[in-house]
């Protein structure tokens, strides 16, 4: 077979190169087919190679990371929460630089100056985002939950939802705490920001623009002990039939590459180490419960940075993404 | 200081000794100072030393397993579910025999012949407990839920709970199966009997002859990656303020040596390796969540058949069940 | 840019696929750039889809498992110990198919008809596996522990050796074992097969064929309580300076793009999920202490074989095989 | 039966409560039958009830620490190494007081004013320690290693060992570290102090006392994914057969109560959460292994602690450590 094909490369620069989110884009971007990174920017780890960091990274990056930015096609944000703002408000970015912020500055309110972030749910906002030159990556279980109930909103069906969310330490970031000690968290479980959770707003944010009316989410995230990945059941009230929810969801994800809805019993780790969501629906009497699974830093983060990228820059959807499960 | 004391030593057997519960009980009654453990029957493994199928009873119980009971005071069945009536029906024990079923064979039922079994939740039933000579010992998600919802059932608060539980692999036996295997199960979350467990009902019987009016209960067990405990987190509706809501726990359980209701966050390796169940209870606008921990083979199993053996032979509640936390 | 390049693609079949091992090929090469999987055997999966067995693999691949094998190119054996001889004489396969066999049956004598299996190292055997026909795959065992010893034998360096090496739980396979059982598993460590590793011929083998004189090598094989990783100690004796046997180590894996030599402390999971093999050497007095990591079923197994068929076939050595690490 | 006894009730204090082997302490001593708790000292905790810094002693203890040592009958140092001998400089304690050093400052070295410290291995040093004032607990991987090396020293049997050993994360105490946090070493396994252990030191002197000879010991720790527990595997040469090595450990430690040795395969959770020492050796030629398991944090230190307190006050040796294995 002979191919003729003209790729196109366009370079890329990761603002907070040094955190989990980061380093994770490190691992997808340095085996894209169409990026070439010309930065890792840290403040904090300024001349420190990156594989030193994160020895996994050996022989596949070992950029130096740096505090001076460069102009690039594809900058992407992974700063702690509340600080993407003010990076962009102290090193201003060309308009035609696509921007993706994977913190949650711009996820409710995304008018910045000129800049305009889209909500970076591919599965509700794929033509927005197709033309986007700022995007707001969700966050991890806002990705979760939404992909959960939206099939559900769509149709107008949720008032009161009830769900249980448990997530790996990754979501806990790196810094060292009581609570990501290795003594405290292996073996144990625990709630925390029970009801308060700060991805609700996101969530019935989206999920009201589809449902039309008012649905109350009452959210209880557990941390668990597995560093990877985030489970969720949510409970909700409907006397449709499963099996005409099973189709509504079915016809829903039809052409997603990465939303699987199983009739089987799905488990956290079917999509542990990619980028993709599984989905069950079960049934008694008038009550569904809805499970859904994905890698809290792909899908719940970098993968899906990754896939917006793509989106926006008329990629492959997939490109870049086709990970190995670690599956065992 | 010089005490004199006449020490009451019974004598007691177990059914099914070669299972986690059976085994577990060994530990226990192999230091309690008021029990001789007489016979450890198994048909299965008869012959074979308890310490040689659970090497950790090395030097504490080396007993041979015995397919031949012999009459003994207090007598433990820890018999797979539905096994338990049928073995009293091919092995008749005298009536002054204190009879304690680990399994469901009594929990909804509990007459049987000459025996009406006390359904053995200590915290509710103390007092027919301590007159008892049949004892329905609870199930291990059973104990963790109603204790976590039964001072809003005395009051009649209850009327649509969520929960979510999450339970060790000794929760699923010793059997072989594809979800205990280590490969499956590490790092892995999995739902299970969601809305069909087989102890919602045994809650609900206890909690509506408390509550009066109907209850529902939404339950979805998740199976988690660690082998002991329970955690489990009810939602409910209700307009009473917390501090009305701690006030009404702290008051209910009181006088119980096992049961702590906590205003700190808690979690499950608290109570790992005790007879314990810390509850806490958190609330936002008029919802209130209720998280309870316990050990699955203690409080939810071979600990409170202990305790309810004491209760029953009018022992110190907490005797033989002042063990060490594991803690980390 | 414009890229004019003629993709060779080439027919692959694996024997076993529904083991752990041959369910990881079908990961690797359903992505691999050159191959088109024909077929999956298996005799007692015969009718199953393999994502029914493995929902990781579901949109990955979705093939039927078949008890008919076809001709291809390229034919993995991925079976028992000991099955593979047999399989390959009911089953005869043409002379011109490279056969690439995971099993243990042809790494101590490799003649077998007309074929002549090459012991698939490539570090050492690179030469003749670009032109070979008929691989034996090494052990997982034997290829971090050839790996770390490797550049000593080549000096002539080895005499004696005291190794200890752990294995996650997917060295055992998918059949359910005493030690296999989560409850049994986590958190826990035990030694095995204590001296009498069947790995350790085949080690020996190829280490005395370089270092020329006797070796004795002690190896103490540990059950881990992880799925997927080795990582093993080799304590030896020399007075060669510790800069020079790193700059030996250096120099014997230059060109080799899946071992790395650091400096610095090295861990499991820097190559779980990788094909790569991690590699430090630590001195104090006259001894040295050589660690290594790799991922059992990835250089250890599956991932090798993957090598091995690119090279054998002439194809980029690393070609499906830059996986993303799974780092956390 | 009647039993009359007096009772004896000694006070205690604890010198670095607040740490894994302090509260450990505080986790025996609260149900020790001839132990009352005075105090529990802390300089950075002081004014914090031990039961907010852990949750699991609520109801089992919930003294405030205090930074105001009183007299006591027994006290236990378990401060950072290299502090207790200032702890002592700074406030002097009464000649008639047993003071157990947990700490490392005087095992190698015992004398310290009018004391000396009897290094407190019970297995070696019983005689001594029944009248001792002063007594040095050992290291963790001290005494499983010296635990399996003992009867071969006595017999002038070592000359050269190589010894693997893994510890869980308890052993690197509570501070936040890169190595002690969940996402790094859950599923991972690491080298650390490769043949630089500072226990080295402290197991030769013991066992050059025993053998007479010049012992070289060749030992590499590795950091574990698990909390509690040290495994550890010793390999030495002899021709003594395997039964009489066996019959050599067994007459050995025929009258330890935490001493076992078992001709079957041992695993480290047989021990876990117990003050048990288990060993198991096996051969092949003339090479021996010698696998032993303990807890680190019981009888590698606040167990062992507790065992040298009875024996030094005249009580029985298993008073307070008859503690229910964790076992799954």
């Not at 992909?147 to 448990?166: D, F, N, R």
Request: charged share 20%.
């Amino acid at each position: 077979m002979i191919e003729i094909k003209q790729k196109e490369i366009k370079t890329a620069g990761i603002i907070g190169a040094n955190g989990y989110t980061g380093s994770e884009l490190v691992r997808l971007l340095a085996f894209h087919p169409n990026v070439s990174l010309r930065f890792l920017y840290s403040r904090s780890n300024s001349g420190t190679k990156i594989s030193d960091l994160y020895p996994d990274l050996t022989t596949i990056c070992e950029m130096v990371l740096t505090d001076q930015p460069e102009e690039v096609d594809i900058l992407f944000l992974c700063l702690p929460h509340k600080e993407s703002k003010n990076w962009l408000i102290q090193n201003p970015v060309k308009d035609s630089t696509l921007v993706i912020d994977l913190g949650n500055d711009f996820r409710l309110d995304g008018s910045f100056g000129n800049r305009n972030f889209i909500y970076g749910l591919p599965e509700i906002n794929k033509k927005q985002l197709s033309r986007a030159k700022s995007i707001a990556n969700p966050g991890c279980f806002a990705t979760a939950i939404q992909l959960a109930l939206l099939p559900l909103a769509q149709k107008g069906l949720l008032t009161e939802v009830y769900t249980t969310g448990i997530t790996g330490s990754t979501g806990a970031g790196q810094s060292l705490q009581a609570t990501t000690h290795f003594t405290w968290r292996n073996d144990n479980i625990s709630a925390y920001k029970t009801l308060k959770h700060q991805h609700v707003d996101e969530i019935l944010q989206q999920l009201v623009s589809f449902n039309k009316n008012q649905i109350s989410l009452n959210f209880v995230p557990w941390r668990g002990d597995f560093t990877r990945g985030i489970f969720t059941s949510s409970t909700v009230k409907t006397d449709v039939e499963l099996s005409d929810i099973n189709q509504l969801y079915q016809d829903f994800y039809a052409d997603e590459p990465f939303v699987k809805v199983s009739e089987k019993a799905i488990d956290l780790k079917q999509v542990v180490n990619t980028n993709r969501c599984v989905i069950q629906i079960e049934k008694c009497g008038d009550v569904a419960v809805i499970h859904a699974a994905i890698d809290n830093l792909l899908k719940g983060a970098s993968g899906q940075a990754v896939q917006n990228m793509n989106i926006a820059m008329g990629w492959e959807e997939n490109s870049g993404l086709n990970l190995k499960p670690v599956a065992f």
